[in-house]
């Protein structure tokens, strides 16, 4: 959903130098360059424990860098606050909570990013989020508590919940595991509208499947660092052992060795998304 | 003296107004506690706030503000710990909670403050409310429903997802804090009514009552709130009416009621998850993962057809429906006007 009175010549969605991501103090991403051109459709891949879910968490402002700098559309990550250009598609864990919601409740939070302080929503924002429910075909489900949907149904509500805000930069942290192939072509066919409307979309994925005919260009991380850049690969292609794939001499990481797994109960979390900001 | 004699008397009303505005609040911040998970943190708080109360107790100040300041140190501290620690995070917090407990009764010990004033604080003792201290539960219970009500679709998407509301700009450290804070406010609101060992149950299990049956963040906390308003006043009523010889203590009578709505309510809710569950879709096989014709199979002939009313339960399959018919999943076949019925 891009604008159309967008402020002259349009900066780059997502400009990344150098930036590197050091997570419990093990350097996990190195130097990487990606700058993401408005309108791109990017693929992120890679193998288990490459990096790109890391590197996406960076993007988005979830992970600090600790080298490098980014920016996102032109102002730097830590004067950005126009936060609703960016809809963020995290992983599916995040549908459900302790508390029943329904789906329209979800999708309803995608629009606080342009909500005020202790108003109620507005037509435009109730506008907004029936028509983010409809483009992702869940508008018979609406009044559905989402624990009730299934797997495919509920990445699609944070697709939807994301589509609410009305930004211009969509990222997806592997929308497509886990999902039925027919929600995967559902999915695939959101995320051409998306495209069709001109929004800039960064997606991670193991495997591209239904959506692959939409990626324009893919990024490749192999340990780390960035492998490839370029037009769009085949699923096959990106197992390719160049791109460190399983035939390559680095036997590969069983689950997340970079994350150490023993602590005491005071010390700071590997996981803590704030460790290492001044 | 006559039940209703009873009820007249200001002691009494006073309680029923401190039964009443317990009842509506501490279910507020309890939806938002269980929400992320940490149904105990209240718990927790409530040992906490036994040190305020005893600083209160040995300094001669107000021990319902001193559990408030209290709380809420030991409320931000908790955030901390949650966010700079891991897994482990639990340990971190159990020590803080028995330290809360143990330094309560040493320092009451201390002041010489006998056994039974910390229990009131303990376990409750509604009836003993003074006005002042009425006064100061109705407000701090009037500040947790306007902050827990009107900032809920902020606190409703911190909670709902952390890393989505981190990058909707939502300043999540600040709502999580607000979300503790609130907890603590509301244990020292609970405090004269239930007591602070039994200040959590008044705002977990009214939630836990409500979602059995609702669907919604929003009736489930609604229907929170009504409950631990029922379940407060009822108590204190059994308490109140309890006969002379049978001396019923209003804070355990409270959570006894509470508890015994979920008993009734569990069930139905169990019920409706059994439904719910049946009614969810089968995944769709993919075009072409479609069964060769000849594994095809026919259900067997039928003395009725499915539809709404045949009392088979219905699930979505893919682009169809699917009947569950005696541990089959029978899907309508029209077939040159014949209608038959596959296994699917």
């Not at chain 1, 606080?112 to 109730?126: H, I, V």
Request: with cysteine; net charge neutral; proline share 6%.
């Amino acid at each position: 959903m891009s604008r159309t009175t967008d402020p002259a010549p349009a900066a780059p969605p997502v400009r990344l130098a150098h930036g590197a991501v050091a997570i419990g103090g093990r350097p996990v991403l190195r130097d990487v360059d990606l700058t993401v051109e408005p309108g791109d459709f990017l693929a992120l891949m890679g193998a288990n424990g490459s990096g790109k879910s890391t590197l996406v968490k960076a993007l988005t402002g979830l992970r600090p860098l600790s080298a490098g700098r980014l920016e996102l559309f032109g102002t730097p990550l830590e004067d950005f606050r126009d936060w609703s250009r960016v809809g963020f598609v995290p992983q599916r864990t995040g549908a459900t909570a302790g508390v029943p919601a329904s789906l329209w409740e979800v999708v309803a939070a995608g629009r606080l990013s342009r909500r005020k302080l202790l108003r109620p929503l507005s037509r435009a924002d109730r506008r907004a989020i029936d028509e983010a429910i409809d483009v992702v075909g869940l508008s018979h489900k609406k009044r559905d508590g989402v624990a009730t949907l299934s797997g495919g149904q509920q990445q699609r509500t944070l697709i939807a919940r994301a589509l609410a805000g009305e930004p211009d930069l969509f990222v997806l942290d592997e929308p497509t595991a886990g999902v039925d192939l027919p929600n995967q072509e559902a999915l695939a066919g959101t995320l051409r509208t998306l495209k069709e409307r001109g929004a800039t979309v960064v997606l991670v994925a193991h495997e591209l499947g239904p959506m692959a005919p939409l990626v324009d260009r893919a990024v490749v991380m192999r340990d780390g660092r960035k492998a490839y850049d370029g037009p769009a690969l085949t699923d096959h292609a990106v197992h390719d052992p160049v791109f460190g794939g399983h035939a390559g001499h680095h036997v590969p990481a069983v689950g997340r060795d970079h994350l150490p797994h023993v602590a005491s109960p005071l010390d700071p979390s590997p996981l803590d998304p704030q460790e290492g900001r001044r | 003296m006559s039940s209703l004699d009873l009820l007249a008397q200001p002691f009494m009303q006073r309680a029923l107004i401190a039964a009443v505005v317990t009842g509506l609040a501490a279910p507020v911040v309890g939806t938002y506690l269980v929400q992320r998970r940490l149904s105990l943190m209240g718990d927790g708080l409530g040992h906490v706030a036994v040190t305020g109360v005893a600083i209160g107790l040995l300094t001669g100040t107000s021990p319902t503000w001193a559990a408030v300041v209290v709380a809420l140190l030991g409320a931000v501290l908790i955030e901390i710990i949650r966010e700079r620690g891991n897994t482990s995070g639990d340990l971190a917090l159990a020590l803080l909670f028995y330290g809360g407990l143990a330094g309560g009764v040493l320092l009451t010990g201390i002041g010489g403050q006998s056994a039974a004033r910390l229990q009131e604080y303990l376990f409750g003792s509604i009836t003993t409310i003074g006005v002042g201290d009425l006064v100061a539960t109705m407000a701090l219970a009037a500040l947790v429903v306007v902050v827990g009500i009107g900032l809920s679709p902020q606190l409703f998407a911190v909670a709902q997802d952390q890393e989505f509301a981190r990058v909707a700009g939502l300043r999540v450290r600040a709502y999580n804090v607000l979300v503790a804070a609130l907890a603590a406010v509301s244990v020292s609101v609970a405090m004269r009514t239930v007591g602070l060992l039994l200040v959590s149950a008044l705002m977990i299990i009214p939630v836990a009552t409500s979602q059995q049956v609702s669907s919604t963040f929003r009736t489930t906390l609604y229907g929170a709130m009504g409950l631990g308003v029922v379940a407060s006043l009822c108590g204190l009523v059994v308490a109140a009416l309890a006969p002379a010889d049978v001396p019923v203590a209003a804070g355990p009578a409270i959570v006894m009621v509470a508890l015994a709505c979920f008993l009734v309510t569990w069930p139905l809710g169990a019920w409706m998850r059994r439904v719910r569950r049946l009614r969810m879709p089968f995944p769709a096989e993919g075009p072409d993962e479609h069964l060769p014709v000849e594994e095809h199979h026919d259900a067997l002939p039928h003395d009725h057809e499915h539809g709404k009313d045949c009392g088979h339960v219905a699930v979505e399959h893919g682009d169809h429906v699917d009947y569950l018919h005696d541990g089959h999943r029978h899907a309508v076949h029209h077939d040159s006007g014949v209608t038959h019925y596959d296994e699917h």
